[in-house]
């Protein structure tokens, strides 16, 4: 019985460093880690609602033309406890988006950080600092 | 001059109202309390007729994420178990049934696109209790009812000797019965359908799933859950471990409603 107490385990450890987590969805459902983005443009519709908030940007492609990206947040509900509100990002603001674009070709990408660029103050900053039982 | 005193008190208030994006914080009574007002969370657990008094909204304690893990969530840290319920098991502790494990990789391989949650069921039980969001739990002397954030959803604690059901209708969370033993409350759950998961990575359970919670407020701040997991349908022993939760005194339960912008299954290819 020893060997297959091995495999079960080790399948299970395996698993623990490669597969993403979710709150509502896993990452890797839907977005590819191996896929990173930046981009900068003008914020034009905002979506704070459950599961996740989404917000869009318009962002000029290689042609210089302007194409509409949507971005996934965490759920409002812990951004408001990490200290957003419905009006931290306002229609029009310009920011620069890192992000992990989808895997279906879509343009929609799961948002990791957001500076606005006016103040230069990056909205998802401070949550990696925060204690371990902060909201 | 009374007069002029009132409408200012009233004016100051709706400014107030209108400033806060939320219930503005009302102390909770009942929780000692520092002079700066901020609740003693290692001082005594309250107490509500002779027993420990659980109420309160709890949040799951959080760590940071191994690197390798990537969540949609960024650097928020997440809950010890939330990946894993499995993760403090050592060789030879516990193992999946060959059926479970198979099961297990069906899942991975789907990247998640399966999971329950994704599609605004609940995500099962015990991983509710390891999840980013809070709970609360409100005592009655004969029941005790954990009101989960996420989804919404709620848990029914009966303290009245009820017994297991029989051949139960299967429900996600299960039927759970409760009894004091000095102060811990331990609640027996049973009568779960076979759909929950156990963990984010897809642990799998059966609906012969017997769960045991102990339940102890170790002190005002600290709330701890000794699971164990016993399901020889799909695990060859019983499975333990602790999850530890930490009161978020003044605070209360957002709403949560899933299906208010569901747009992820759409995007999964």
Redesign the interface.
Known sequence: MKRPATIGVSIALLLALTYPSFAHHSFAAEFDAKKPMKVTGAVTKLEWQNPHTWFYVDVKDDKGELTNWGFELASPNLLLRNGWTKSTLKVGDVVTVDAFQAKNGTRNANARAVTLNATGKSLLAGSSGASSNAP | MKLFTLVAIAATIEVTEHAS??WAKVAEPGLKRTASGEVDLVGSAPMKRGKPDLSGIW?P??????A???????????PHY???F??D????????R?ET?AA??RK?A????G?P??H?LPTGMPVLAT????FKVVQADSEILILY??NTVFRQIFLDGRKPVDDAEPRWLGYSSGKWEGNELVVETTGFNDRGFLD????SHSDKLRLTERIRRKDAGHLETQVTLDDPTAY?KPIVYTIKS?L?PDEDL?????A??????Q???
């Open positions: 994006a939320q949040l304690n959080r760590e940071p994420v191994p390798q893990i990537v969540t949609v969530e960024g650097e928020i840290p997440f939330f990946f894993n499995m993760a098991l050592k060789e030879g502790d516990a193992q999946m060959p494990a297990l990789q991975a789907l990247g998640g696109a999971e949650a994704a605004c999840g980013l969001l809070p954030e996420e984010a990575m897809g642990h060859t930490t978020r957002l709403e949560y409603f899933c208010e912008n569901e747009k992820d299954v995007h999964f290819q």
